[in-house]
């Protein structure tokens, strides 16, 4: 049965439906076997103009030549991309840490584990103020707003789409918010860059991260962030000034040094890379609309059925995700079904974090999951619930997925 928007083929027998890190195609596996490379001679210099042309794309921001020499990581949005060698949240760091001075006041509203981490690794780095909300609850943005009159704060930094509560954060209205009072807006994109809409230019974003495991189908342990022209000169003000936070391997300044010339200032994950251009390849092959729309129609279709069969999702009506659905157990469930369904039926689904494990499980909707395989996947379920004298009502699982 072929795979919806890529190059491979799904089996037909195991359904991968986690959010992330997902399953790579046979090109993304293939291209992570080439034979090794030098990380400074000009074939590797072609891969990483490829791959900065391609990240471009997938940030949605304005083209770029994938000619090395041709400045590959620039465009005329004034973005720049640069690769981090490590995981997105070694990107996120990289945004943080370069952007701050530890006196600079940040906001950071949470609403799961990732919002969490965004709010740790800034309170290293920065002044940092934490609104924790429940997990799945959308931001109050009337108290956030009432936080940035105070004319204190230097930035708001959050979590975009939260895979560990599976809701969105309304992105628009957080940006009105910073652009009203002047303050800097950082965004943790790791699930959502290549996955649902982001508008890095629109929503005036100074720093944007993401993963390359996750909606864009690459391989883990490789990342990297789009940043805006006042970003730069914020993080060089504070270089130059010596408020600068201490840093090394994830020094921005030493990724804008070799950047214009297609390179990365450490060893870079060349075969990684080499996999990750290749992920990439297949979004562009599909088109980023095409993918956001694919995503949102799973994710809408594992809304509509399991609501329809009587359970409760955990984020708030008007912010789901479209990249990974958060569901209750119902009473007398717990991860004893995730463990039958993954060995009886060959289907892998994610259970929850901290405070929800064992009360909860997530269906991820990101990369390259075709329709078909989604409907598969949640036949199989609805079968494995039952055969844990669940009792569901019978249904057409098609129709839910239906566009």
């Given at each position: 049965m072929p795979r919806e928007g890529s190059m491979d083929e799904w089996d037909g027998e195991s359904c991968f439906l986690v959010p992330g890190p997902v399953r790579m195609n046979p090109r993304v596996l293939t291209a992570m076997s080439t034979p090794v490379m030098t990380a400074?001679?000009?074939e590797y210099k072609s891969v990483m103009a490829e791959l900065n042309h391609l990240l471009r794309l997938a940030f949605n921001l304005s083209p770029s030549s994938q000619e090395r020499g041709r400045q590959s990581w620039t465009g005329e949005d004034g973005y720049t991309v640069i690769v981090v060698s490590g995981s997105g949240t070694a990107a996120t760091e990289m945004s943080i840490a370069n952007r701050f001075r530890k006196t600079d006041k940040v906001l950071v509203p949470s609403n799961g584990k990732f919002g969490e981490r965004i709010a740790q690794i800034t309170d290293v780095f920065a002044n940092c103020i934490h609104i924790k909300y429940d997990w799945g609850k959308a931001f109050d943005l009337d108290e956030i707003e009432g936080h940035l009159q105070s004319g204190e704060y230097e930035a708001v930094a959050f979590c975009h789409n939260e895979t560990s509560s599976g809701i969105t954060q309304d992105a628009a209205a957080l940006s009105e918010l910073c652009t009203k009072y002047d303050v800097g807006l950082l965004v943790d994109g790791i699930t959502s860059v290549g996955g649902m809409p982001v508008h890095p230019e629109k929503w005036n974003v100074e720093a944007v991260a993401m993963g390359a495991q996750k909606c864009s189908a690459g391989p883990s342990g490789v990342a990297a962030i789009a940043v805006s022209e006042k970003w730069i000169e914020e993080a060089q003000k504070r270089k130059q000034d010596g408020s600068a936070n201490p840093s090394y391997y994830l020094d921005i300044h030493a990724a804008l040094k070799k950047g214009g010339d297609d390179q990365t200032p450490w060893t870079p994950a060349i075969n990684l890379i080499l996999g990750w251009c290749a992920a990439l390849r297949t979004l562009a092959e599909e088109g980023l609309q095409k993918r956001w729309q694919r995503c949102e129609t799973m994710a809408k279709g594992v809304r509509s059925l399991f609501s329809s069969l009587g359970f409760e999702l955990l984020a708030d009506e008007k912010q789901r995700s479209n990249t990974v659905t958060a569901i209750l157990?119902?009473?007398?469930?717990?991860d004893s079904?995730?463990?039958k369904l993954q060995s009886e039926y060959k289907t892998l689904v994610i259970g929850a974090q901290d405070h929800l494990k064992g009360k909860m499980f997530r269906i991820g909707s990101m990369g390259e999951t075709?329709?078909?395989?989604?409907?598969?996947?949640?036949?199989?379920m609805i079968t494995c619930f039952n055969e844990m004298e669940l009792d569901l009502p019978i249904t057409k699982v098609e129709s839910h997925f239906e566009r």
């Open positions: 400074r001679g000009p157990y119902p009473k007398g469930i717990d079904w995730r463990s075709s329709i078909e395989e989604m409907i598969e996947g949640c036949k199989r």
